[in-house]
């Protein structure tokens, strides 16, 4: 295992395109257990791929259980797709890994159903995710369609996201 590169907004490579993964090998689960390192060494609960400049549909994510603990749940969700968003809209303050150190409020769907494979090529469908599982499953499928939580934020606060850490990056902060 080895720990990968988290790229940082603005940066253009978390808008590139994603492929779907199509080979499933040695490759792909030392590339999946590379983004679980990668993730909790930066305190996350979930990291899609494009994050770590790999352009494939691939998330990873680990909802801790109610001692805070992580490892137990880890789900790898490969060429996943959101099947059926359901509820009201409500309000969930969010964090990227991509954007370290800030958090803001989104608008979120409570309930997901999702379909996906595993790291064997087995399909799995997930179907009526709550809570935070189902607000993690989508902000990480975001990703992978190059869109990052910033983006439901006004244009404003986008801006002066964008500046923020441009110039973090350019300082190697």
């Known amino acids: 295992m080895a720990l990968r590169n988290v790229l940082v907004f603005p940066d253009p490579r978390l808008r590139n395109k994603n492929t779907d993964v199509t080979v499933f090998d040695e490759e792909l689960k030392t590339l999946v257990a590379d983004m679980f390192e ?9 990291l899609a791929a494009p994050q770590i400049g790999v352009n494939k549909n691939l998330v990873v994510i680990d909802i801790p259980d109610e001692n805070g ?32 150190g800030y958090q803001d409020k989104v608008m979120r769907y409570p309930h997901c159903s999702v379909h996906a494979v595993d790291v064997d090529g087995k399909e799995q469908n997930l179907d009526n995710l709550e809570g935070l599982l189902a607000i993690c499953v989508q902000h990480e ?29 350019k300082r190697g902060d």
């Open 69 to 100: 603990t992580q490892g137990q749940h880890q789900l790898a969700l490969i060429n996943p797709v959101i099947v059926q968003k359901e509820g009201e809209l409500i309000e969930s303050e969010e964090g990227c890994l991509s954007v370290p």
């Open 141 to 169: 499928l975001d990703h992978l369609s190059g869109k990052l939580f910033v983006d439901y934020l006004s244009r404003l606060k986008r801006e002066r996201l964008a500046k923020k850490y441009s110039k973090l990056t």
């Open 38 to 46: 990668t993730m909790y060494k930066h305190d996350g609960i979930g």
